[in-house]
């Protein structure tokens, strides 16, 4: 049962706090359990989640996960598999309440872009404004390499309906997302990889983009860029490793 796997991380807390001193992962785990919009998200979701990956014949509490957002249709995918030789499976589709900005990354602070490319969540914070949330790694390499001046940052999936180039997921979203993700990492998924596209980087979807943006050429080689690692992901369900050249550029 779900609630299980909580206990027991809640029992080894117990032992850590009384017999020795915490470890920084028993400190993480310690720090969300005892969070009440922690619990009650895990309370309300956990046991609905674990249903919906037993359906997709993937193991609950979750030991990799992948998320991948497409700003046109306003869509986050979350994907899901067994162990680092097995394929993704998709899980669940979530709606994403609203998008600021345009289509393309985000290049300067203040443009209220959602970025687009490939990011990992790199924490979780159970006291947002916006009831949970869950903060990507903007700016990467490619980012600091491409942007222009000072790049901002605080980007987050998190709960509410407003934005100025985060995802908000409305309350009930996030409470479901955040659990499923922070299983993952209590589970020992260290870092949980969110790629966000303009759109399906299909043919259709370059076509799209080519006639919206047709004076656009560094938007367009960017996109070009990033198809390659959907593309890849589209015929294997396996993801390619994240790498950039000197310039910015993502390069497989």
């Known amino acids: 049962m779900p609630h ?3 206990l027991t991380i809640l029992l080894c807390t117990l032992h850590q706090f009384c017999f020795g001193q915490q470890d920084p992962a028993t400190t993480f785990r310690n720090a969300q359990l005892s969070s009440k919009r922690v619990a009650d998200a895990v309370k ?3 046991d609905s989640a674990s249903r919906q990956f037993k359906r997709k014949n993937v193991t609950y509490p979750p030991k990799d996960i992948f998320l991948r957002v497409f700003k046109l249709q306003n869509e986050m995918e979350l994907w899901a598999r067994n162990n680092e030789t097995s394929e993704y499976r998709l899980i669940k589709l ?3 309440c609203a998008i600021s900005g345009s289509l393309g990354p985000k290049r300067t602070q203040g443009d209220r872009q959602v970025p687009e490319g490939f990011y990992f969540i790199e924490d979780f914070n159970t006291q947002s404004d916006y009831y949970l949330s869950m903060q990507l790694n ?3 390499y490619s980012d600091s390499m491409l942007g222009k001046g000072k790049l901002g940052g605080d980007i987050f999936i998190h709960g509410g309906c407003i934005t100025v180039g985060c995802l908000p997921m409305t309350d009930e979203g996030i409470k479901e997302l955040y659990t499923i993700c922070l299983n993952a990492r209590l589970n020992g998924q260290e870092s949980i ?3 966000v596209f ?3 980087l ?3 979807g370059m076509t799209y983009l080519k006639h919206e ?3 656009d050429p560094a938007r367009q080689q960017f996109w070009a860029d990033m198809k390659a690692g959907f593309d890849y992901f589209e015929k294997t369900h396996k993801l390619l490793p994240v790498m950039y050249g000197t310039d910015g550029r993502y390069i497989y």
């Open 4 to 6: 299980k796997f909580i």
């Open 202 to 204: 299909t043919t259709s």
């Open 94 to 96: 979530f709606r994403i």
């Open 44 to 46: 309300k979701y956990d």
């Open 213 to 215: 943006y047709p004076k």
């Open 138 to 140: 903007y700016p990467n």
């Open 193 to 195: 990889p969110v790629h």
């Open 198 to 200: 303009p759109t399906r």
